[in-house]
């Protein structure tokens, strides 16, 4: 749960709020009661996940004892490559262009 604060607190307790925030608190800050930012720990991350096309998704072969149950699964993870968008973008950038 997130301790809320004001933005004057975390200005004037910054080396506190962030030696809690080290040890895992997390924080919502607000300016004028309205809250603007999360202040929580850094969660180191890896590379965004990259969904392999169905196209590479293995074949299953007729002796198969579920082979109905294949098919219909990959029918399904296919008709699903038209509605996800998996490509990398910054919205960051886009903001600035």
Same mark, same amino acid.
């Given at each position: 749960?997130?301790?809320?604060?004001?933005?004057?607190?975390?200005?004037?307790?910054? +080396?506190?709020?962030?030696?809690?925030?080290r040890? !895992? %608190? +997390?924080?919502?800050?607000?300016?004028d !009661?309205? =809250?603007? +930012?999360?202040?929580?720990?850094?969660?180191? #991350?890896?590379? $965004? $996940?990259?969904?392999? #096309?169905?196209?590479?998704? =293995?074949?299953?072969?007729?002796?198969?004892?579920?082979?109905?149950? +294949?098919? !219909?699964?990959?029918?399904?993870?296919?008709?699903?490559?038209?509605?996800?968008?998996? #490509?990398?973008?910054? $919205?960051? %950038? %886009?903001?600035? !262009?």
């Amino acid at each position: 749960m997130s301790t809320t604060i004001p933005q004057r607190d975390l200005r004037n307790h910054n +080396a506190q709020i962030i030696d809690r925030v080290r040890a !895992g %608190e +997390a924080f919502i800050v607000t300016r004028d !009661g309205i =809250p603007v +930012a999360d202040l929580m720990p850094h969660v180191p #991350s890896t590379k $965004p $996940p990259v969904w392999r #096309s169905s196209d590479n998704v =293995p074949r299953w072969d007729d002796s198969d004892a579920n082979d109905d149950v +294949a098919r !219909g699964w990959l029918a399904d993870i296919r008709s699903l490559d038209d509605f996800i968008d998996d #490509s990398i973008r910054d $919205p960051w %950038e %886009e903001q600035q !262009g």
